[in-house]
């Protein structure tokens, strides 16, 4: 399953594009030519990719990555829902976890100042990485002082965030399951662009104030923040700390303890996705819908 994956196709097309380009990235004398060529690198990579992936499906003779497909088409009505009629696609479909972001948790990340806070951040990041990117291709900057080139032109551990955590926005936007991934690097973003030094020193550059005063603004920030989610959670954190118990669920290991011992090993069972995985880690027996979609002898 991991030969036939997207992302190692990707990797492996990424790879050959950036040895074809050589050291020092993309070489241009204007920036209407370093766009034309960064486009073209680009749809070179997902042509590589695409390329690759299709080879080493052939090669394997597999297709357990088709619903993923099929399911982004159903999603967003590129292809009728009521047409399909592929198992995994309409159990997506279903599934509380592939619907939409809702709403309710946009405004709970509002209550807690992270939302705003992380967009505040990204469009501030994105509007610095677009004006280093053109400064750099257009070849204007060649001073040698960081504080006289853009906030982004010597970050690219800054740049590689704001991409990834687009990115991973996108996919929790669409598909909720993937909150787990956008959540985490919203609060990285979120408390890196209010607590990095090297920000707040540009910022005050900009603005003309003393060091000493931008040192202790972003203090001040910073313990703003903090003071507001301690005063936000801290009832709660204390209400729940003072039920912490080991986790026990007695039913479920007894369930696990009759399976093992009162049934064949040739036996299936059904039920909900989060029991099944219990029973296939536990028991090892046979599963009618299983918890990765991917292992196609077992659905069959």
Avoid at 154 to 181: E, H, K, M, N
């Amino acid at each position: 399953m991991v030969l036939q994956s997207y992302v190692l196709s990707f990797i492996a097309a990424s790879l050959l594009v950036f040895a074809y380009q050589g050291k020092g990235g993309v070489h241009a004398t204007s920036l209407f030519s370093a766009i034309l060529k960064s486009a073209f690198y680009v749809c070179l990579t997902f042509a590589l990719s695409a390329a690759f992936h299709s080879f080493v499906k052939a090669i394997v003779d597999a297709d357990s990555d088709e619903h993923i497909a099929n399911f982004v088409r159903a999603k967003f009505s590129i292809l009728d829902p009521r047409e399909m009629k592929d198992f995994d696609v309409l159990l997506y479909l279903c599934n509380e976890g592939f619907i939409f972001l809702p709403k309710f948790v946009l405004d709970n990340m509002q209550k807690t100042l992270l939302l705003p806070s992380y967009i505040i951040v990204l469009v501030i990041g994105i509007l610095a990485l677009v004006i280093s990117v053109i400064v750099k291709w257009n070849r204007l900057s060649k001073v040698e002082t960081l504080s006289e080139k853009p906030l982004m032109y010597s970050r690219p551990d800054w740049s590689y965030v704001l991409v990834q955590t687009t990115l991973y926005g996108i996919l929790a936007l669409t598909t909720r399951r993937f909150i787990y991934l956008w959540a985490p690097s919203m609060c990285v973003v979120a408390s890196a662009g209010i607590c990095d030094c090297h920000v707040w020193n540009w910022i005050a550059g900009k603005m003309r104030i003393n060091a000493i005063v931008g040192k202790i603004i972003q203090l001040g920030v910073v313990l703003g923040f903090v003071g507001y989610l301690v005063y936000l959670f801290l009832p709660e954190l204390t209400s729940r700390l003072g039920e912490l118990r080991e986790f026990w669920d007695p039913d479920t290991v007894e369930l696990m303890e009759w399976i093992k011992n009162s049934t064949a090993p040739a036996t299936s069972f059904a039920g909900s996705m989060q029991l099944l995985a219990g029973v296939k880690l536990c028991t090892g027996r046979h599963v009618t819908n299983h918890p990765h979609y991917e292992n196609r002898s077992e659905e069959r």
